[in-house]
């Protein structure tokens, strides 16, 4: 106990702290953790250094507020009353190891270390570079026209209803040369691997807002925008778990376990579908143009609208999902989540804001509970279904079973 009879708390001994107080752990944790971080919360008191986000084994986060008189664990009362009057120290690396936390001591991260800069830094570059449609040279309605096919094809027909509703809902079906090409296009949106986005949001659905759930806007709304995927600090082993008990049927077809086997395939198909598409788009500008300075201006203006900017605004549409979708809007139904029905980001993701009828449902291929909740979504499967590209598209519960809303 002479940890906490000195007048700082290292990372170690917060470890130690948690890992031995029965009460902060609901569930219970299985064994010591292999693993402890401890983060500043950048949302909230960290510029006090009162406010830290805590994982364990990569996946288990919470907040830890160091009050005057409490560590506290919020929306789980006051913990730790009387000992947590003591300041805490910057976490960095932990200090010299007493032998009974080493487990905890020896694996804990520093705070540079818990950033996974192969998320970090394509955000901060292709955040950087959408800067440029605002300069008038690279602006052309062409350019425009290239960022919304775009948001259509990856943001609405890949991600919310090929990554989402099929693979991970199986709400409907698809032949399965349709499947992987619905699959290669959300590739191309720079959001990691079909196993990994859909054992995602598989954990999102069995934990939302509880503390298994990877981002919920309990930890931070920014945690649930986006800082969850900056933080994602899970090994090989743990991610391979993670596959093994949310998508196995995922890894069932060869394509998506190849993906999985060569490494960073996320990031290289990204790049090499940006490469085809800029030679592309040069080939084409420079037949209309004839080689002029016009044809490079064309060429760019089309490559930074229609994939650099796609990507940005596909991201955070799809990010906003998981941050404004379970803090503001209404609900139709009490689910034991914070989910909500949100018609801003119903308009900005073609339907998916609508996701307090989704956590109520997430069987459904429909969102649309209610005949002014429109899901263009929905009518997208829809449409597939008369084309013979979509079957077994399964109804919302309340048509299924006959129900009328509560
Ligand atoms: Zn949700
Ligand atoms: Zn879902």
Not at 74 to 101: C, L, N, Y
Not at 275 to 284: F, Q, S
Not at 303 to 332: D, Q
Not at 367 to 385: A, M, P, T
Request: glycine residues 6%; hydrophobic residues 45%; proline residues 6%.
């Amino acid at each position: 106990m002479e940890a906490i009879n000195s007048n700082r708390f290292t990372v170690a001994e917060v470890a130690r702290l948690w890992t031995t107080a029965p009460s902060l752990q609901s569930p219970p944790l299985p064994n010591q953790p292999s693993r402890f971080s401890l983060y500043p919360h950048w949302g909230g008191g960290s510029m006090l250094g009162n406010h830290y986000d805590a994982r364990l084994n990569g996946n288990w986060a919470v907040s830890l507020h160091f009050g005057k008189d409490a560590v506290r664990w919020p929306g789980r009362g006051v913990h730790f009353k009387g000992i947590a009057t003591m300041a805490v120290d910057a976490p960095t690396q932990p200090e010299s190891t007493p032998s009974e936390v080493h487990e905890a001591e020896s694996t804990a991260r520093s705070v540079a270390g818990a950033i996974r800069w192969d998320y970090f830094l394509p955000f901060v570059i292709l955040h950087v570079l959408t800067l440029l449609i605002f300069v008038p040279w690279f602006f052309s309605w062409t350019g425009v026209i290239a960022f919304t096919a775009g948001v259509v094809v990856f943001g609405q027909m890949a991600i919310p209803i090929g990554y989402h509703r099929l693979l991970t809902h199986h709400s409907f079906r698809t032949p399965k040369w349709f499947e992987r090409i619905l699959v290669t296009l959300a590739m191309c949106s720079a959001q990691e691997t079909p196993a990994h986005w859909v054992a995602w949001h598989r954990m999102h659905h069995t934990h939302s807002d509880k503390p298994h759930d990877p981002h919920s806007p309990r930890q931070g709304f920014m945690w649930a925008h986006v800082r969850w995927l900056v933080h994602e600090s899970r090994t090989r082993e743990e991610l391979f778990a993670m596959y093994k008990k949310y998508a196995r049927d995922i890894l069932s077809d060869p394509y998506y376990r190849w993906i999985e086997r060569v490494p960073a395939t996320a990031g290289v198909l990204y790049l090499v579908h940006a490469v085809i598409y800029l030679l592309v788009t040069a080939a084409i500008c420079w037949a209309v143009y004839d080689s002029t300075s016009e044809a490079v201006r064309m060429t760019a203006s089309v490559f930074v609208w229609g994939v650099v900017a796609r990507t940005v605004w596909v991201w955070h549409i799809t990010w906003s999902v998981n941050s404004l979708s379970h803090v503001f809007g209404y609900r139709n139904y009490e689910t034991s989540d914070d989910s909500r029905n949100n018609w801003l980001v119903t308009l900005l993701t073609a339907g998916e804001g609508w996701h307090n009828n989704h956590h109520a449902d997430p069987a459904s291929a429909s969102v649309q509970h209610r005949w002014w909740e429109i899901d263009l979504n929905y009518y997208v499967i829809r449409l597939w279904g008369m084309m013979g590209l979509a079957t077994h598209i399964i109804r919302p519960r309340i048509k299924r079973k006959g129900q009328s809303l509560p």
